[in-house]
């Protein structure tokens, strides 16, 4: 399966907590319960961008989970 | 996907025979076993199919993974090395660590697993050996590495699985606790102690916090990572104006909570299995922490089909304290 591209405005969405999603893959949750905190003490389009690249490669190199297949499914349809 | 306590002498059968074993055990009974492809840690307590939570000195816990794995490689890593363990070559698989506890390769993962480079690039599982709880202080927590029959007490092994065609594996936590309704906790650093927290932005010593409020050290403080709670128990409580130390590090800019009693383990965990729409079909490996064994009484309890080693910290991703850990094979 492929992950939608980063620059789709969910991840951005994401690690801004503009929108929160209930996600099945926990590798994500963790790094998200870190990613949004430190986008949040620092909202510059620089950290947001690197938070997105996180987020999307973590997706990325784990696109055959069936986790992460549920969790694209819910946060793009 | 097996998953029993055996005796040695049926674990030598397995190991010789071919199959891909994840074991766990008394550390007599694993230096004498064959070699091949399997990695172990020293622990006594097991959570067994047939007879819930136990002790024993003279069984060994069998995970056999092979119907996944189409090969496998295992390494020895130290505190350093360990910071590469997500940056390993090859696609798809997963990742089993076990570390000895105390180690310096354990207090390293604690720290600083969430900040690994590619954090989670591969689901990475796994669990904290120990010792019998007569022995603290006594023996060395230690792990094995099957396939040179090296023990290591200092260092982590671990072991990464190619997964057959056509599979894929889940990683996933059973956490029985809640943050209860209290203060918001937060801490200056990261860290296994500490003297100060911040309650509600408001500094003070944690030591005094404790028992001026008369918190239950035995429930754990509860964080809330984007829906998924994270737990960090208590080790110890100091005097006041002392020091307060954890099992796990808390982590800075983290908000913590104290747990919310649990009446009943059992009522608990299989509200807890409802609530994440998680049967055990599938599980290839779980393992539980000698907290929730001890303070929640499981010996002689089963926890549905989640059995496996009783441990000195789960590791999901990065380490975890009082939570059921799991692998679900697709």
Known sequence: ??????????????VTGKKTFELKFLAAKILLGRLVRHVAEDPSADNVLAAVDQLHTLYEKNSASPAVQEDMQNIFG | ME????????????????????????????????????????????????????????????????ELAVSIEIKAYDE???????????????????????????LA?????????????????????????????KATPKVFDGLTGESHGQKAVVMRVALAPGRAVDVGIVNIFEQGA?????????????????????????????????LDTKLPLVADYYGVKVNVSFQSVGDSGGEVKFYAPVFSGARYKHAR????????????????????DGIAFSCNC?????????????????????????????????????????
């Open chain 1, 1 to 14: 399966m492929s992950i939608p591209p980063k620059t789709k405005a969910q991840w951005t969405d994401i």
């Open chain 2, 3 to 66: 998953q029993d306590i055996l005796t040695q002498a049926e674990v030598a059968q397995r190991i010789l025979s071919g199959k891909t074993l994840l074991l766990a055990g008394d550390e007599r009974l694993l230096a004498q076993l064959p070699k091949g492809k399997w990695i172990g840690g020293t622990i006594p307590y097991f959570i067994t199919p047939s007879q819930g939570g136990l002790s024993s000195r003279e069984k060994i816990f069998v995970t056999d993974i092979s």
């Open chain 2, 80 to 106: 350093n090395a360990l910071g590469q363990v997500y940056c390993e070559e090859g696609d798809g698989g997963f990742s089993v660590i076990i570390i000895p506890a105390l180690s310096p390769a354990h």
């Open chain 2, 109 to 137: 993962f604690a720290l600083n697993a969430p900040n690994y480079k590619n954090f989670g690039a591969k689901p990475l599982v796994g669990w904290v050996s120990g010792v019998h709880l007569d022995d603290l202080g």
């Open chain 2, 182 to 214: 209290g203060d918001i906790l937060t801490f200056k650093e990261d860290g296994f102690s500490c003297h100060e927290v911040a309650v509600n932005g408001v500094n003070e010593n944690f030591a005094d916090y404790i028992k001026r409020n008369g």
């Open chain 2, 261 to 280: 009693p649990v009446e009943n383990y059992a009522d608990a965990f299989s509200a807890e299995l409802i609530k994440l729409g998680l049967s055990g």
């Open chain 2, 290 to 330: 000698i907290l929730n064994y001890l303070y929640l009484g499981l010996e002689g309890k089963g926890t549905a089909s989640f059995v496996g080693p009783i441990t000195f910290g789960e590791i999901a991703y990065q380490l975890l304290n009082q939570t059921l850990v799991y692998i679900k094979a697709h």
